[in-house]
């Protein structure tokens, strides 16, 4: 995938901008039409493209490169790989994903709740999630649990707190349906660490909210190089409100 296409910013572009503006955006103009429509028309217009796509239904990834790497689903068709992935879009680990697509480089903690010696796998729980994107910038987010390899992790024992790099991978699950989902393999600087404190989803939502107004709102976002430039009674106001609006939503 090589770039994003946000299909849900378009479509409210195309319902409050004038219609001799000149708009031409791709997926636009759909909401009148059945679900099952909406999305055969979304495919048509993406489909085989390298557009990671922001719909209603979540994050789809169109580039037919990426269905290669989907573990365990080599036998799924284009459009099954594409069915699977609206299915999956709004169940999927989020923080993981993001990680997925966007991470520069990712570390993770987590706490051991579980192991299966004769599977070789443990659980861990509380996952936090503390990731750079390639200009430098952080974030961070939290998964309630994961299941990995035991490799790597010999000599742990449950209640520990551990603290490692990873892989993030994406994986079909096929236990109550076919379901994509991503999960972490291959860990590194594996380290023993004390209690730690989650995000809050507070915290997760303003994080959430500062990136959509620095990528879509803020006149400087092309100046600021990291540093922000904007008006600070404008940031915080606009920040409030946009906090209010996605707690109510």
Not at 159 to 164: D, P, R, S, T, Y
Request: glycine share 8%; proline share 2%; net charge negative.
């Amino acid at each position: 995938m090589e770039q994003y296409y946000d299909l849900v910013m378009a479509d409210t572009i195309a319902t409050y901008a004038r219609k001799d503006a000149g708009f031409d955006l791709p997926g636009t103009g759909l909401g009148h039409l059945p679900d099952d429509e909406r999305w055969m028309k979304v495919k048509e217009t993406f489909r085989n493209s390298k557009y990671g796509v922001i719909s209603e239904w979540g994050f789809i990834d169109f580039d037919p490169e990426e269905k290669e790497t989907l573990v365990g689903g080599e036998a799924l068709s284009y459009d099954e790989y594409l069915d699977v992935q609206k299915q999956s879009g709004r169940d999927i680990r989020q923080s993981f994903a993001k990680s997925y697509y966007d991470a520069a480089c990712v570390s993770f903690k987590g706490k051991v709740c579980r192991i299966n010696a004769k599977k070789k796998q443990l659980c861990f729980e509380r996952i936090f999630v503390n990731g750079f994107y390639p200009d430098g910038d952080g974030y961070f987010g939290k998964e309630d649990h994961v299941w990995m390899s035991l490799d790597g992790f010999e000599g742990c024992r449950v209640g520990e707190c551990l603290a490692f790099d990873a892989d993030v991978y994406r994986y079909l699950k096929t236990g109550h349906g076919r379901m994509i989902d991503f999960g972490l393999r291959n860990p590194t600087a594996v380290r023993r660490v004390e209690e730690y404190e989650l995000p809050t989803d507070d915290e997760l939502r303003m994080q959430t909210v500062d990136a959509l107004i620095c990528e879509n709102l803020c006149m400087y976002r092309e100046q600021c190089n990291g540093f922000c430039i904007a008006n600070q009674e404008w940031l915080e106001n606009t920040r409030k409100a946009l906090f209010i609006k996605t707690n109510v939503e």
